[in-house]
Nanobody, 116 residues
């Protein structure tokens, strides 16, 4: 069974950091582009970050550039999102994605709450 299991979310104060993990099972991520998306309450899902299958190209939403870093570890079949200098507007459910041509896999999401 193909699965993407996101973890690492929680409650953090503004200015704090979290590292999200997304472990894949049932397939190998090495040929896939990987990404993170988020959905805040009452809003549509939006792009956060992506990394190419080689790991050489990374793209970020303007709102997180300079604060978030996406990293892949193909040996562990896992993609990470390091989030620093968190802001209340980063509060959302974060989802990981694996894409290869017409195939898209989604994880169930992990909740990040930034609040004092």
């Amino acid at each position: 069974e193909v699965q993407l299991q996101a973890s690492g979310g929680g409650l953090v104060q503004p200015g704090g950091s979290l590292r999200l993990s997304c472990a894949a099972s049932g397939f190998y991520i090495n040929n896939y582009s990987l990404g993170w998306f988020r959905q805040a309450p009452g809003k549509e899902r939006e792009f956060v970050a992506a990394i190419s299958k080689s790991g050489n190209t990374r793209n970020y939403a303007d709102s997180v550039t300079g604060r978030f870093t996406i990293v892949r570890d193909d040996d562990k079949n896992t993609v990470y999102l390091q989030m620093n200098s968190l802001k209340p507007e980063d509060t959302a459910v974060y989802y990981c994605n694996a894409a290869l041509r017409g195939t898209n896999y989604w994880g169930k999401g992990t909740l990040v709450t930034v609040s004092s």
